[in-house]
């Protein structure tokens, strides 16, 4: 009984045999593929969390991966989408101003983020990016220049020519614009270069002479 087994025996070792061979064989074909599928996968993933990073950031360096949510939320994209402006004047005019004295500009008709202060007539900048400032200064002394300042540097200048004050006592003014990059965190304001001078101002209401300064975030950089 048992020798008329042996070949049934031996047919299925055979059988078994083959099968663990050839599952071996066909198991390589799929695992290299299975492992390319997962560099190419892996692959791809990096790309488009380096590019989501930095489209939300504006960094070229930035990957998503590595960036706070958190921070994301409540940081970069409230940053990006908030806008920065202020429109400020003084409401009363100054005489007897000595040289590189800041010209305070007291009142503001519009500041969003409170970025500018009315007690010393500095802005902040809450970011770095292209802005455009516009300041207009009204006088009735003698010509003098009018400085930009940008984190200590003086960025443009505006003057105020004498030939441009209509008769003695008269009243005159004169204005500039420049667009620049700006650093987080520069303090700029506007001085005055030249030696007792006066700055007007006044009010809103028709008939005032208005010294003004303006500033607005163009764009993030």
Do not use: C
């Not at 070949?7 to 593929?33: D, H, M, Q, W, Y």
């Not at 590595?66 to 409401?91: E, I, M, T």
């Not at 030249?194 to 028709?206: M, R, T, Y």
């Amino acid at each position: 009984m048992l020798l008329y087994r042996l070949p049934l025996l031996f047919a299925i070792v055979s059988t078994a045999e083959l099968t663990t061979l050839l599952k071996g064989r066909n198991l390589t074909s799929p695992e290299e593929r299975l492992s390319r599928l997962e560099q190419t996968t892996e692959q791809r993933l990096n790309a488009t969390e380096r590019v989501l990073g930095q489209l939300l950031t504006g960094r070229s360096d930035a990957n998503v991966s590595s960036l706070d949510v958190l921070y994301l939320r409540y940081g970069v994209l409230a940053d990006q989408s908030d806008p920065v402006l202020f429109s400020a004047y003084k409401s009363s005019s100054a005489g007897g101003i000595s040289t590189r004295t800041i010209i305070r500009f007291d009142q503001t008709y519009i500041n969003i983020g409170n970025h500018y202060h009315t007690e010393d007539g500095i802005f902040i900048a809450p970011t770095s990016g292209i802005y455009m400032f516009h300041w207009t200064i009204a006088t009735g002394s003698s010509a003098f220049y009018t400085q930009l300042i940008v984190g200590g540097t003086s960025r443009a200048s505006n003057y105020l020519l004498l030939q441009y004050i209509p008769y003695p006592g008269g009243e005159d003014s004169s204005s500039a614009m420049v667009i620049i990059n700006v650093n987080k965190d520069d303090h700029i304001w506007i001085q005055i270069y030249g030696s007792s001078e006066q700055v007007l101002g006044g009010g809103p209401g028709v008939g005032n002479i208005q010294s003004t300064f303006t500033g607005i975030l163009l764009r993030h950089t």
